[in-house]
């Protein structure tokens, strides 16, 4: 079954109000929903909308990006007390990865840095993580050294994560699959301009897709979602 989105927004903003109530109330409640483009399932069925529930306070919005972090997140997403969005990219489930038989946790609220590097940040979500990594591996052999943050749970934020590989690389690139205006990256950009400006060396650079629906042509697919030429452009750009 799918919800229309309006209608599960509407829903779980009403859902979340309810622990206004002094904390008193329990929503323990997860949706499960996929996402994303790829497979020429047209706009209908290729949404990422992730900065749509972001907008919601009191909802934790979580997209994991490998087998590992999806069974860790998913538990911690049903012993959470709160309303809980897990958002799975279609273009994941044959991703093969290695996963313990036996039950475990990732921390909510909690990214991982999935490559070290020195030179640039790349924060990225998702299927896109998967791009940064190749993009890393290609701009290694030019000589630069590339970071992917992978924030794992977009609300709540690891701000603490973001910052912290910024003042080590002192320069950022948002990558994420969602349009580019108004998404997930615009808070990013937003929180490390606000709270770490004095470590950027250069202006920060989001990468994302058009502000049009997904197109149902596989050949404008292709062209609509980031891919790793696009963050290289946009790693060269920032690298000056």
Do not use: W
């Amino acid at each position: 079954m799918e919800l229309d989105a309006e209608l599960m927004k509407d829903m779980l903003a009403t859902m979340v109000k309810i622990r206004m109530f002094g904390g008193k109330a329990r929503i323990p409640m997860v949706v499960r929903a996929a996402c994303g483009a790829g497979l020429g399932a047209a706009a209908q069925h290729s949404q990422c909308l992730e900065a749509l529930f972001m907008h919601l306070p009191g909802l934790k919005v979580v997209m994991p990006s490998t087998p590992y972090d999806a069974k860790g997140l998913l538990i911690s997403s049903i012993r959470d007390d709160n309303p809980v969005v897990f958002l799975e990219h279609k273009m994941l489930y044959s991703l093969e990865g290695e996963v313990p038989e036996e039950p475990y946790t990732v921390p909510l609220g909690r990214a991982e840095v999935k490559r070290e590097g020195t030179d640039v940040t790349v924060v990225a979500t998702a299927r896109m993580v998967h791009v940064a990594l190749a993009a890393a591996e290609r701009l290694a052999e030019e000589g630069v050294s590339l970071e992917v943050v992978d924030p794992r749970t977009l609300s709540p934020l690891d701000e603490e994560a973001i910052l912290a590989s910024v003042s080590k690389t002192h320069r950022l690139v948002i990558l994420h699959e969602e349009v580019k205006f108004a998404g997930s990256g615009a808070e990013i950009a937003a929180m490390v301009a606000e709270k770490g400006f004095d470590e950027l060396d250069a202006p920060i650079v989001r990468v994302g897709a058009p502000f049009t629906p997904v197109p149902f042509s596989l050949v404008l697919e292709n062209a609509f979602i980031p891919d790793e030429e696009k963050l290289v452009e946009a790693v060269r750009t920032v690298m000056g």
